[in-house]
């Protein structure tokens, strides 16, 4: 079974542009939903109204003929929520069909209740300030010249209602009465849905406004793999000649009969062999070495390793490793994963030469590592723009990179990571990572 981990799958503009796609769906979807909740609504209104104006005002309505209406507009309704109660794509074009819907539903119940002598033909009003916010602009202006052709045609067409011409006695007028109703309406309606609609729209310029801010991220870490991969060639003949040297320089006589000399020499050796597997590693990552970059293995296997390669190369005062992890599962790390981790262990002996602990869990078949320290810990600056690019409390150049590298990695595999001060003193660095994204398929399946 082949095994490959793409760890640093870039969002090309091409793949920018479908997931911007799929937001601009996702929020046609909650918004064809608002309009689905917004015509139950007017069902409900509209029953009511009915039957108000019948049994209480004795107003003479075809009742049949507005039952009959009202039972289409339901039958739509019911329609409309068993195809989008599921998450489906709405274009433009199908929330601009749902609207005329809407409108001609209007249209007929007005014309058969008075036409524009109706007080609530000033419904008119809600279904445009709703397309102007929901729709395209040829969409709104069209609903504009709908409405207008259809107020024109119920002024032409519609029998006038048998309301009393009473409209000097105020709001003891029952067309007044109306008037006020149907404002209360569109008020009450608009207040209520534009909220909603307009939340919907702030929340979809947040995921665009995240994927552009990704895809910038995704595009600088390509920037430093191409540059990193061009150092790793270019470095690998001088470490090649360090090592010759380092050997020669152990085999002579002077150093040898030196303890103090051949124990510091062994030390730059063991830098120096460090320094070759960052070497191989990143040209490994790059695809410049022969064989995949993930290698088959499992859980304990590689975090037990990990932390014993770690504690060996790096001069710390005291390293807790815990592996809390009760069952070994084959999984396929990446040698970006291991930097990743390694990355989090370094910044926190930078932070804490004397102690740094490792802590590994299984949590609800997510992979939960937690790096603590106790040093001064994080600054309230650098935990706001945690993971951003070259935010750093070091002075050195380049210095935030490898926590940028490591919120990247963490987030390609589905995980995060999460960064806060312990009250006791120190920082604590916990990385998820969803078992499924690193463990291995059965012998059956292909990677």
Known sequence: ?????????????????????????AAGHKNMLQLIELRWIA???????????????DVNLPLVHMLQVLACLIAFNIASHLRWHERRPVANSELFMALLVDVATLTVQLYLSGGTNNPFAFLYLLQIIISAVLLAPWSTWTIVVVTLLCLAMLAVFAQPLALPFDHARGVASLY??????????????????????SGTLRGKAAQLADLRQRAAEEDHIVRMGLLASGAAHELGTPLATLSVILGDWKRMPEFRENP?????????????????????????????????????????????????????SRKVGRFEYENRIFEDIPVAFDSALKQTIDNLLDNALESSPDWVRLEASVEDGTLVLAVTDRGPGFAPAMLAQFGKPYQSTKSRPGAGVGLFLVVNVARTLGGGVNARNREEGGALVTLTIPIASIALRGEGEHA
């Not at 109204?49 to 019948?54: D, H, L, R, V």
């Not at 006020?180 to 309606?189: K, P, Q, R």
């Not at 040209?283 to 088959?296: D, I, K, M, N, P």
Request: charged share 20%; aromatic share 6%.
């Open 260 to 312: 103090d000399l051949i124990e510091e020499i062994g030390e730059m050796q063991t830098q120096l062999q460090r320094c070759k597997s960052i070497v191989s590693g990143i040209l490994l990552s790059a695809g410049s070495a022969r064989g995949e970059s993930a290698v088959r293995t499992t859980i304990h296997t590689f975090l037990d390793g990990l932390a014993e390669e770690w504690e060996d």
């Open 176 to 197: 007044v009465q109306g008037m006020l109703l149907c404002f209360a309406i569109n008020a009450a309606l608009l207040v209520i849905f534009i909220s909603r609609i």
């Open 1 to 25: 079974m082949a095994v490959k981990l793409d760890l640093l799958t870039r969002i090309t503009p091409q793949k920018a542009s479908a997931l911007e796609a799929s937001v601009e769906y």
């Open 43 to 57: 069902v409900f209104g509209q029953v009511t109204t009915i039957a108000a104006a019948i049994l209480v005002f």
